[in-house]
T-cell receptor, first 114, second 112 residues
Framework: GESVGLHLPTLSVQEGDNSIINCAYS??????FIWYKQESGKGPQFIIDIRSNMDKRQGQRVTVLLNKTVKHLSLQIAATQPGDSAVYFC?????????????FGKGTRLSVIA | NAGVTQTPKFQVLKTGQSMTLQCAQDMNHNSMYWYRQDPGMGLRLIYYSASEGTTDKGEVPNGYNVSRLNKREFSLRLESAAPSQTSVYFC???????????FGPGTRLTVL
């Protein structure tokens, strides 16, 4: 079946720089996307979401971009801090598919170099 | 407001033993989920409950059973634990199956 995937399994970024984490999805019918952050030893934590009728959504220091043409999702973290070190997952859902649960990608590990 | 809580946090079992992992949410969510996460891998759905009184299999249901006890609680049972079930188990809940899921802190299970 179709699934969510990621371009890079690991990413190292200097403290203070911006981070970009990418995600490719293959199901063109997906219309809701979520980014989660998972710190070591903890459960995934919701960061930001975006619906398919939007191209961009901003939160506090985070921006999610959605390019439906190439089925690509990215998470941008501004001024990356040591506390941003974690594994980041994207997830997708088909809002017209009834109660089908989210489909998660395998995750990208972000390491912040002080 | 505790969100999603899970017990126990850690558990060690011998092969063949049984146990139940407990999950509760206080957000009045309709849908609840059980995932397992193995090293270097993403989340794999075991079972979910779209609403009170219903349960459905996910990607990896073999060796597990679930009970949606009421709207707040969703338990996961291992009837005869196997080493392949060594993993971290996460419970999650959402308003509906179409919404953002909120996760508990996880249960780290080791089967010897």
């Amino acid at each position: 079946g179709e699934s969510v995937g990621l371009h890079l399994p690991t990413l190292s970024v200097q403290e203070g720089d911006n981070s970009i984490i990418n995600c490719a999805y293959s199901n063109s019918a997906s219309d809701y996307f979520i980014w989660y952050k998972q710190e070591s030893g903890k459960g995934p934590q919701f960061i930001i979401d975006i619906r398919s009728n939007m191209d961009k959504r901003q939160g506090q220091r985070v921006t999610v971009l959605l390019n439906k043409t190439v089925k690509h999702l990215s998470l941008q973290i501004a001024a990356t801090q040591p506390g941003d070190s974690a594994v980041y997952f994207c997830a997708e859902n088909l809002r017209n598919s009834g109660n089908t649960p989210l489909v998660f990608g395998k995750g990208t590990r972000l390491s912040v170099i002080a | 407001n505790a969100g999603v809580t899970q017990t126990p946090k850690f558990q060690v079992l011998k092969t063949g033993q049984s146990m139940t992992l407990q999950c509760a949410q206080d957000m009045n969510h309709n849908s609840m989920y059980w995932y397992r996460q193995d090293p270097g891998m993403g989340l794999r759905l075991i079972y979910y409950s779209a609403s009170e009184g219903t349960t459905d299999k996910g990607e990896v249901p073999n060796g597990y059973n679930v009970s949606r006890l009421n709207k707040r609680e969703f338990s996961l049972r291992l009837e005869s634990a196997a080493p392949s079930q060594t993993s971290v188990y996460f419970c999650a809940s959402s308003e509906s199956g179409l919404d953002t899921q909120y996760f508990g802190p996880g249960t780290r299970l080791t089967v010897l």
